[in-house]
C-alpha cells in the first residue's frame, strides 16, 4: 500500500521513541515511511523530501527530534501537509529543549506537537486526521479506544479483588 504517513526523525538516536509510532501505525494498518533525515546536517534532503511529500501520497508527516528539534518545524515551512512535532527526550535537559523548541512555531507555520516521547500519541492524532474520511479507519480507532477502557475495567477488578499491596507486587 502506498504510504500515508511520513515519519521522519532527526536521527537513529531516535529510534526508540518513533519505533513506537511506526508500531501504532503498524497496529491500525496505515500504511507509512520511516526516514533519517536531519535538519541541520542533511537540510536539502530535508527540504526535497518536504516539498514533494504531498505529490508521493502522503497526508500527514510525523517529525520526531531532540535538542534544538527544528525538524518539524523546518518540514512545515516546505509543506501544506498536517505536521506533528514529537519531542524527544535528551539527556541536557530532559526534553523541555525539545518542547519548546517545536511548540514556540512562528505564526504561519503550524506544528501540532504531543508529548515528550509521545510517538504513539503522534500516530493516533494522524490516524485521527485521516479518519475524518476513513470511515473503516474511524472504526479501528473507536476499537483501540474501546479496548483501552477494558483494559482499565479489567485492571480496576483485579484491584478489587485481590487489594492494592498484592495488585503493586504484581505490578
Request: hydrophobic share 45%; proline share 6%.
Amino acid at each position: 500500500m502506498k504510504p500515508l504517513v511520513g515519519i521522519v526523525m532527526g536521527s537513529d538516536s531516535d529510534l526508540p521513541v518513533m519505533g513506537k509510532c511506526a508500531a501504532m501505525l503498524e497496529k491500525l494498518d496505515i500504511p507509512y515511511e520511516f526516514s533519517v533525515i536531519s535538519a541541520h546536517r542533511t537540510p536539502q534532503k530535508l527540504e526535497e523530501y518536504s516539498r514533494t511529500a504531498k505529490d508521493r501520497g502522503l497526508k500527514v508527516v510525523i517529525g520526531g527530534a531532540g535538542g534544538a528539534a527544528a525538524l518539524p518545524g523546518v518540514i512545515a515551512a516546505y509543506t501544506s501537509l498536517p505536521v506533528i512535532g514529537v519531542p524527544v527526550k535528551t539527556p541536557a535537559l530532559g526534553g523541555v529543549d525539545s518542547l519548546y523548541s517545536i511548540v514556540q512555531m512562528p505564526s504561519g507555520f503550524p506544528v501540532a506537537t504531543v508529548a515528550i516521547d509521545g510517538a504513539a500519541n503522534a500516530a493516533l492524532l494522524a490516524a485521527r486526521i485521516l479518519a475524518v474520511s476513513d470511515e473503516a479507519l474511524s472504526a479501528r480507532l473507536e476499537a483501540y479506544t474501546a479496548d483501552l477502557g477494558r483494559a482499565v475495567e479489567a485492571k480496576s477488578a483485579r484491584l478489587q479483588e485481590i487489594g492494592w499491596k498484592e495488585y503493586q507486587k504484581q505490578m
